[in-house]
């Protein structure tokens, strides 16, 4: 099986026709859906911790220099697509350059949150954002290095249902959340 | 016999006629009760065979295929019904069942790739990586034996030659002799062009179209826009080698 660096790449990958969006409609659907694109997209990125892919740039998966074969831009946007119609990802800008991808949902992410607080005796703490995105205690889990973008749309969440206040201090390294849970 | 002139002679050489003629059905009804004897004697024989040979007809697929082929001759057929005399003896009908679900199972697992074609020999390897080692090997010939006995399903389960392949087709659609020669162009590298397939069966280009079309719209091809040399290619899942499976890990 092939792999790219740790990640093993499933079977279709190696089969040119994969790289050419299909006109049949059934047969596109089973290319995008099933297990195919979509999945190995979400997997890929949730292994590699990937939050954002940009069309025009070098996404490995877009290529496959084996059998010499590329995701046309077309495709690239099509299968993003699939991704955002079904809350997936996000277009991050109107000319659909970069995608947010949500291998987690938001709501999965809040979630997340909560459960490292609690795991943290931090019911009723404070903790800033970059200790969650890169200090000890966020080390080994999920929440290490997750996109700014992501971790905001997650606090704003937890925000509204009152489970913690987000706070700026002097500077953006000193932004913080409280929880009350 | 010699006629004698007159009505007498008449009578008597119609009741010559008719003894010969029940003569003639006596000697047809002796042979037919001989053969039915031998075959009774046969079948018996043959039942005794099998209560014998009971786990070689199990385990060795070679041996399995013969014995079928001497029950056909003798007009038994061990996989007729789920009961009886062979079913009990050999677990033989739960053999072909059982594989015959499993037969459905990878053609189902595996339709969103190939459109329901499926190369026997490719099939077969699926099936055997999904029973692994502990229920004795499973020949192509065990494969065939499931298949025709899915037929009864309907929906189309069937065997089509491809030129030296075998393919078993799992879906109601029709191929005529034009796909058919396409899908044996196509086993050589697991696609076509449209030049190739002009060039090699000397067909118009609408031809050839037409089919490619076809083929494409049942879910049997699917196009590869991507090589260097911008030449449209063909691929039939149904062909290319393992490997290139999706869906089927077992």
Known sequence: ?????????????????????????????????????????????????????????????????????????????????????????????????????????????????????????????????????????????????IDRTILNRALKLLEQKGKLVVFKGASTDDEGVKFSL | MRRRPGIGGLQTHAAARDQFRLLGENVAKIRTDLMKEQLATFRSQLEDFARKHKNDIRKNPAFRSQFHEMCAKVGVDPLASNKGFWAELLGIGDFYYELGVQIVDICLATRAHNGGLINLQELCHLLRQRRKSDRGVVSEDDCLRAISKLKVLGSGFEVISVGKKKLVRSVPTELNKDHNEILELAQAQGFVTVDEVERRLSWSSGRAVDALDTLLDEGLAMIDDGHRDGKRRYWFPCVSPISSLVGVDS
Request: charge should be negative.
């Open chain 1, 1 to 145: 099986m092939q792999k790219l660096g740790d990640f093993k790449l499933p079977h279709f990958f190696n089969y040119p026709p994969y790289f050419t969006l299909q006109p049949v409609r059934d047969t596109r659907e089973k290319q995008i859906q099933v297990q195919l694109w979509k999945e190995l997209i979400l997997d890929y990125c949730k292994t590699q911790k990937i939050f954002v892919i940009g069309l025009e740039e070098e996404f490995p998966l877009f290529t496959n220099h084996v059998i010499e074969r590329s995701l046309t831009h077309e495709a690239r946007a099509t299968f993003l697509s699939a991704l955002v119609s079904e809350g997936r990802a996000e277009w991050m800008d109107k000319g659909h350059r970069k995608c947010l991808i949500l291998w987690h949902r938001i709501q999965d992410w809040a979630d997340i949150l909560i459960q490292f607080a609690k795991d943290n005796g931090l019911e009723d703490g404070v903790v800033t954002i970059e200790e969650i995105r890169s200090g000890t205690e966020s080390q080994g889990t999920e929440l290490h290095g």
